[in-house]
């Protein structure tokens, strides 16, 4: 089992950045795939972006493509999410989660497929 912890969350005006973190710890974090949801006041929890095992395959839902960069340090255990260019429709509690993979390169946009799930922090962007 794994525990995943988010931090990095907060209130930012429309155009500014935030790097959310993600810290892993009890298993290798190395055997996990990665990814960001999100999930808006009275709307369902939405992919954001994943990572592959190794870090070397990234995907991103359309919304957040060339303003949001995932990337994991594998040595720290944590995965990050750079996101420039915030919007308010931005505005979620944003969850990392955990996939055990067997494929390094392989990316996991399921929301079904995360077997573990941090407990979210809150970015609020004002307009």
């Known amino acids: 089992q794994v525990q995943l912890v988010e931090s990095g969350g907060g209130l930012v005006q429309d155009g500014y950045s935030l790097r959310l973190s993600c810290a892993a710890s009890g298993r290798t974090f190395s055997n996990y795939a990665m990814g960001w949801f999100r999930q808006a006041p009275g709307k369902e929890r939405k992919f954001v972006a994943a990572?592959?095992?190794?870090?070397?395959?990234?995907y991103y839902t359309d919304s957040v493509k060339g303003r949001f960069t995932i990337s994991r340090d594998n040595a720290k255990n944590t995965v990050y999410l750079q996101m420039n260019s915030l919007k308010p429709e931005d505005t979620a509690i944003y969850y990392c989660?955990?996939?055990?993979?067997?494929?390094?390169?392989?990316?996991?946009?399921?929301?079904?497929?995360?077997?573990?799930w941090g407990q979210g922090t809150q970015v609020t962007v004002s307009s």
């Open positions: 989660a955990a996939d055990p993979q067997v494929y390094a390169t392989a990316v996991v946009t399921l929301h079904k497929e995360y077997d573990y």
């Open positions: 990572i592959s095992r190794n870090g070397g395959n990234t």
